[in-house]
């Protein structure tokens, strides 16, 4: 089966200000997404994870590259019709209802009226806003245009649902609820791509990662691929006389001697954790090596 | 064509719950009302005086709030962002555009309609205590080319707001409106420069104004005839002519408008 997205040296350079200075927020940017998987686009703030998903949603041009998505141009009417997009902090008609709103989108679609309202209020049950559809959105909490947001993503039953921060402005029992709606989605059988900058999201429910600083892409691949399963050192806690204290063995050390030292010693273990690479650790070195290497455009702030 | 009509109920919603338009509509209705009180002192001529102020302040009315919310129409959904949500659904880009136009010319419809009920309770109410004709048709043609003339002005105010901020847009329009209602002593300005290239270039610049005078042409030669829209000099032929040059100019405008449109990087 064929990529539900391709993406292929997609660039996008912007020429700003009086002078029309160049700022080049991506490059040479490739990617696919595979039929129902869950794809977590991952970046720091300002890596370009927004002007690539804009790119693929035909709201900006790339410079260079091109995009398809179901095997198609992406600026097709007959894709967008089986696509659902999520914009980051989406903005809303403030004079509208949540079910207004809901409306008006699948009038978009085409849906006929019965069926738009039906599917208004489906979607505002499946996403805890039941009792808030008929609030005008001035008076919705980011919180709940977020997920007003994720609704109107889905009032065309998607395919590919494609979501721009979508855990943004939520709580944590708010950002748990969307994890788990994109885990239904995929058993639905549709394709999620969604862009973070929070590890432990990705971490917790994507098949694979793609990780772009600074405009570029600099891993992608399953993410027990990308991780590096070298042990970086294992960490001891010994309990002795009612003190704990913790010890950082490196990874050629031998870690059954040195327990049987602490025992010998009186002491008791209470926990040993080898350390291996992780999300976290891959995401710091690449944005270290992205850096060093010139290519990131973002300004480290020194504390 | 059901996405336009979808974005232009959603622009004509927008319209009529924006209290700023209720406050210009109960402005006017005040106004009209007073032109009976206005009245009084001209004598014999009571119900021109109530029709020609009437008209007058429909005009004035209907081409504030078609520039004011015209200038509005697209800068705002590129300001406030709302146009991420609705870009990557299946419209064209030209359809978004023409809807936001065709909900425009909705709502300006209906408060022109709102208006134009008060006008002809008024001129009830002046033809039943002075004497004097009251010719409804000739209302009627008069505000048909009034309309006319909001929807060629909304047109100019969308093709700047596609592009610029609504300050600039909304001189830009105000400047082209009172260009437009001078286009009859421009002409003879223009055709008074001696030298023979310029006013060639200055004639062909004129054209690009929308010749808003045609719209409310009043006791003035236009083709060779006497015409008027207070009077009953301007027939229904007239008001054809008139309505196909303003559905034409406003056409390319709003064209010029889904041209730009359609080349934006929404950042």
């Not at chain 2, 200055?202 to 003035?220: T, W």
Request: aromatic share 8%; hydrophobic share 50%.
């Amino acid at each position: 089966m064929s990529s539900v997205v391709e993406a292929e040296k997609l660039q996008k350079t912007f020429a700003l200000g009086f002078f029309r200075k160049k700022v080049h927020a991506v490059h040479d940017v490739s990617f696919t997404v595979e039929p129902n998987e869950i794809f977590g686009f991952l970046g720091p703030n300002g890596a370009g994870k927004t002007t690539t998903l804009k790119m693929l949603m035909g709201l900006i041009f790339p410079s260079q590259g091109q995009a398809r998505i179901f095997g198609r141009p992406i600026r097709e009417r007959a894709v967008k019709q089986r696509l659902g997009f999520l914009p980051e902090n989406p903005y809303f008609y403030d004079y509208l209802s949540g079910a207004e709103l809901l409306g008006l989108m699948g009038h978009l679609f085409g849906l006929p009226a019965a069926e738009r309202k039906r599917r208004a209020r489906a979607l505002l049950e499946r996403v805890g806003l039941g009792r808030a559809g008929d609030l005008a959105l001035r008076k919705y909490s980011k919180g709940m245009l977020q997920r007003l947001g994720i609704a109107q993503a889905l009032v065309n039953d998607p395919e590919l649902v494609v979501l721009d921060e979508p855990m943004s402005g939520l709580d944590p029992i708010g950002r748990k609820e969307v994890r788990d709606l994109i885990v239904e989605l995929k058993r639905e059988g549709k394709t999620v791509l969604f862009s973070t900058h929070i590890l432990s999201d990705v971490e917790l429910i994507c098949d694979r990662v793609a990780i772009v600083v600074g405009g570029r892409m600099r891993d992608v691949g399953p993410l027990k691929a990308l991780l590096s399963p070298r042990l970086l050192h294992t960490e001891v806690v010994i309990d002795k006389e009612g003190v704990q204290t913790a010890q950082r063995l490196p990874p050629d050390a031998d870690v059954d001697a040195a327990l049987r030292e602490a025992l010998a010693g009186g002491g008791k273990v209470v926990s040993v954790a080898p350390r291996r690479e992780s999300l976290e650790d891959l995401f710091v070195r690449e944005v270290d090596a992205a850096d060093v290497g010139g290519g990131a455009e973002r300004v480290k702030v020194k504390s | 064509m059901s996405r336009v009509w979808a974005l232009a109920l959603n622009t004509f919603r927008e319209a009529v719950r924006n209290k700023v338009l209720y406050v210009l509509l109960l402005f006017a209705v005040v106004l009209l009302g007073l032109t009976y009180f206005f009245s009084q002192g001209a004598l014999h001529e009571q119900l021109r005086v109530i029709r020609d102020v009437g008209l007058v302040g429909i005009e004035l009315v209907g081409a504030l709030i078609a520039i004011f919310i015209g200038v509005n129409l697209v800068y705002k959904e590129l300001d406030r962002k709302t146009v991420f949500a609705l870009i990557p659904k299946p419209i064209h880009r030209w359809e978004f555009v023409l809807g936001k136009y065709v909900g425009m010319l909705l709502t300006l419809a209906v408060l022109m309609a709102i208006m134009s009920l008060t006008l002809f309770a008024v001129l009830a109410l002046g033809a039943a205590v002075f004497s004097g004709d009251n010719d409804m048709s000739t209302i009627v043609r008069a505000i048909l080319l009034i309309y006319g003339e909001v929807a060629v002005i909304t047109a100019v105010a969308v093709l700047f707001s596609s592009f610029s901020s609504p300050i600039l847009s909304g001189a830009l329009t105000l400047g082209i409106f009172v260009v437009g209602h001078f286009t009859p002593e421009l002409r003879e300005l223009v055709a008074k420069v001696e030298s023979t290239p310029l006013r060639v270039v200055l004639r062909g610049g004129m054209r690009v104004f929308p010749d808003l005078h045609l719209f409310y042409v009043s006791g003035s030669m236009v083709g060779g005839q006497h015409v008027s829209v207070h009077g009953t000099y301007v027939d229904w032929s007239y008001v054809a002519v008139a309505g196909a040059y303003g559905t034409l100019y406003a056409a390319v405008a709003i064209a010029l408008a889904m041209i730009i449109f359609a080349r934006r990087d929404f950042v």
